[in-house]
């Protein structure tokens, strides 16, 4: 049981919003805190999640709603304060709260906390509605925002309920029953449009770098391209002479400028005189490093154990035959359009701050401002904003901290801090580069024995998620880590290690496949005999993208599974130039098991993009280092995938389930390099083993 | 600093700033135009699309300097009077966008290869809308958007 003030969630906690000027019927009163109606009906739900592109502000209010039983015409959503004592999800650690966007796990953390909320705010209108009529709670249903007494014939609606709501002394916890059978879902799995696209197609969608606020002043810093140098400035007085300069800040990683105009301070950025300090990275040559990769998975003494299933040696030993291969991938950006910023406001006491900021959240939900101005959390305001792409490199914070710095020194004027896209390349966090030694065995029959993964790079769990093969029945299995270290900086990059791991994973089984002379899906067939739900995706993507028919003349199709939560497996059909090396896609068909979905159509674009964000890392994406220097600036050198080389379609089936939610967001994106080198390897008898698959690297591999 | 008359979206609008400003962040941070979006800076992104006299122009390459007071600026804010622009309805009613960061930029790009070109093929639009990113991976609903926007049989009154 939950009880009132203790869990916060009701409405006595928080004050009513009493804005002046709203009066009557259209002035907000919480129902819980998670729910404000007017007197004409209109609901207003917080989504406690950040909104990056992938659907929370309509798929976590959708739920609320659901259990709620609120009329959805009725339902606008706004972000919920910033406050994860009561907005935050246990979802990742019992125990804990958080409000953390980040591996593709809102849906699913949040599925039964906004059940659970909605059916809340339901029970404190039956509750009102009760006292209302003097009849028994028990005696009420809702329909579409609305409360029914069936015996008496009464109806109210939820808005006219409004003058007669009373709190009831406890709210149940429904989690322990009273939740709707999944069979009587109405929004859950219906065609929703999601809420704030109207606002991203005409430019009113506003994201912290659109935001502008009297006597707001502008900061950038200058941080080199030697990630870890540290900067002395030696022109500082010119700097301070320039027109609209304010104030020079100095990092440790960087100097900052502060000036009344973005083009004054950019303008004083590129007059800095830095010199740049060695670093780690220091002598380091991305390129060059994989022979020493390479030695040091041959090294004898084991690495960090990351999985283990029966005795991988032994089944080596006693096998009748083995496979060896070596996977790379270099280092790769976010590039999330939006480049890094943030508006930070410091009051002149220095006691407390208002932050606008389009983040992934984190384990602090104040962003790490509070610890930086020495003052307490609640004194600090995040006012979270849309984000114009995450991909992991949102939920980290460094950018917050620097604007939270300047602000401290411009209070209590506000900062907007911008990074250039060159800022956002050059220093940016990297999904790590890395080699990986895969091998397998098989016994006399054929049937897969072992599988033994050797992940060597920088990056601890960066480096090493997405290795696990829990769908395949492989008896015995061994991944291991080995460490490197140079000093680049790495993040989690949309779907992390599955990446390179199942690009690794599964293009090695299809090299069995190929020596064996099988059809690569009736061995993972054969691999999924225990994992009927992993199956049902193989089977279903078999069926659509028509595999079994003959393939037009110059094409090949191939498949890969991913596990990410949700299980899907993907099928692509390319053709390559020979003459250039290029590789095309011309469709991508994907089965998707997800259990419960709550947006069809919306889980259907994240295949699309996760997809789209998958073929430009794996055909284009680069980010070299030479003598620890980053070599990519910009769009130029840095190139995405564009309209042209888009696929002619991607066709997602989603298979029916009643299972708990898994998230969707990551799931596509590691099945590109994998089906892209199965396709390749049918076609041409030839193994892409070196992400990304460029047209040199491909003419390079057709010509060996 | 130098005062300069600019006719955005229909009104003439004054603004001062220091020469060789790009029309970009006059539009944003000076006229608070924050539809127009910074990606690049380089001309390869596209997010910062607008119209000139009608054609499609990346913003965070002009510089304010060499726009002239007669010359015709429409952002995504002056697409439409209520948001109400054929591709905008279509836009909403495929759920084109994710992120939203780079839609002004698309819409504004398709909005002017209608006005030349209303029946443009599938490889016509393609070529059209290559030079405007989205690292979501919209493209292909953005391209069927069109094909539907700009198809006869579709099109809406």
Known sequence: MLFIGASGLLPNFLSCSDAKGIQGNTKKHDITAWVRITEDGQITIYNPAAEMGQGSMTALPVIFAEEMDADWSKVNVEFSPQESDIYGSPGWQPGTKLMFTVGSRTTNSYYTVMRNAGAQARHVLLHSAAKHWEVPLEELTTGASEIVHEKSGKKISYGALVPHLTMPETLPDFTEGGLKDPEDFKLIGSQIPRTEIPEKVDGSAEFAIDLRLPDMVYGVLERGALHGAQPTLTNEADILAMEGVQKIVPFDHAIGVVANTLEAALKAKEALDIHWSDAQATGFNSQDIYPEYAQMASAPKKGSAVNEVGNVDQAFRTAAKTYEADFKNDYVYHAQMEPLNAVIQVAADGQSAEVWVGSQQGADTKLGIPDLLGIPPEAVNVHLQYLGGGFGRRSMN????????????????????????????????????????????????GDLTGISHCVVGDGGNLVAGGTRNDHYAIPNQWVEWREASHGVRLKHWRSVGHGPNKFAIEAMIDEVAHDQGMDPISLRRKLMADSPRALATLNKVAEISGWDAPVSEGRAKGVAFVEHGSLGTGVCEISVDRNTGKINVHHFWIALDAGVVIQPDNVKAQMEGGIIMGLSSVLKEQITIMDGQVQQRNYDDYPLLRMQEVPDSIETVILPSAEHPE?????????????????????????????????????EVLNS | MASYTLQINGSSREVDVAPGTSLLRVL??????????????????GSCTIHLDG???????????????????????????????????????????????????????????????????????????????????????????????????????
């Open chain 1, 663 to 699: 998230g969707v967001g990551e799931t596509a994106t590691p099945m590109v390099a994998g089906a892209i080198a199965n396709a390749f390897l049918k076609l041409t008898g030839k193994r892409l083993r070196h992400l990304p698959f460029t047209p040199e690297r491909v003419l």
């Open chain 2, 28 to 45: 944003r941070e000076h006229l608070g135009l924050t539809g127009t979006k910074y990606g690049c800076g380089i001309a390869q992104c």
């Open chain 1, 398 to 445: 460094d950018f917050v901290l620097e604007c939270g710095r300047l602000a401290q020194e411009m209070a209590p004027k506000p900062v907007k801090l911008l990074w250039t896209r060159e800022d956002d390349v050059t220093y940016g966090s990297y999904r790590p580069l890395t080699l990986q030694r895969l091998k397998l065995s098989t016994d006399a029959q």
């Open chain 2, 55 to 157: 054609n499609p122009v990346r913003a965070c390459v002009l510089q304010v300097d060499n726009i002239t007071e007669e010359q015709q600026i429409t952002t995504i804010e002056g697409l439409s009077e209520n948001s109400d622009h054929p591709l905008q309805q279509a836009w909403v009613e495929a759920q084109v966008p994710q992120c939203g960061y780079c839609q002004s930029g698309q819409i504004m790009q398709a909005a002017a290869l209608l006005e030349k070109n209303p029946n443009p093929s599938i490889e016509e639009i393609k070529t059209h809308m290559n030079g405007v990113l989205c690292r979501c991976g919209t493209y292909l609903r953005i391209l069927k958007t069109i094909e539907l926007a700009t198809s006869p049989t579709t099109l809406k009154s």
